[in-house]
């Protein structure tokens, strides 16, 4: 079986040997555009043109993306991943005091535990300095 390419460049020698010579008795203008997008006249050009046709159908027309915009919808999803983890960082450093942008993500969650921690335990010194009577 041969590659893409290899039936590309065949396509091509066929298209190619389907010129016809100039006949003298054309006018000039005729024999350039006009000659170009004339139709074929036997069926060996018609066979030719079909399997090109057949060729270009089958090959798929990628349209590439602009650099930095994925289309795969893996990249998609990895994004769209992504940018729900940044948001809610970005909530936990509104929400823990003495937090930096500049903290790395493992320090942030290490700093909201350990916030965590301290309100947990205000919350059991309230609760028992209330049960005293």
């Given at each position: 079986?041969?590659s893409g390419?290899?039936e590309?460049?065949?396509m091509s020698e ?6 016809r010579?100039r ?14 997008f ?9 066979a030719?043109?079909?399997?090109f ?15 930095g915009?994925?289309?795969h919808?893996?990249?998609?999803a ?5 940018t ?8 936990l450093?509104?929400l823990v ?6 903290t ?5 969650l ?6 965590i ?12 300095s209330?049960?005293?009577p």
């Amino acid at each position: 079986m041969s590659s893409g390419w290899e039936e590309s460049s065949l396509m091509s020698e066929n298209m190619s040997g389907m010129k016809r010579p100039r006949d003298s008795s054309e006018p000039a203008a005729q024999n350039g555009l006009a000659h170009q997008f004339s139709l074929p006249k036997t069926s060996s050009e018609m066979a030719a043109i079909e399997k090109f046709l057949q060729f270009q159908d089958a090959v798929p027309c990628k349209i590439r993306a602009k650099r930095g915009c994925a289309t795969h919808p893996r990249s998609i999803a990895e994004r769209v991943r992504r940018t729900r983890i940044s948001e809610r960082i970005r909530k936990l450093q509104e929400l823990v005091p003495n937090m930096d942008k500049q903290t790395n993500t493992a320090d942030m969650l290490d700093l909201a535990v350990d916030y965590i921690k301290e309100l947990q335990e205000q919350v059991k010194v309230r609760k028992s300095s209330s049960q005293l009577p």
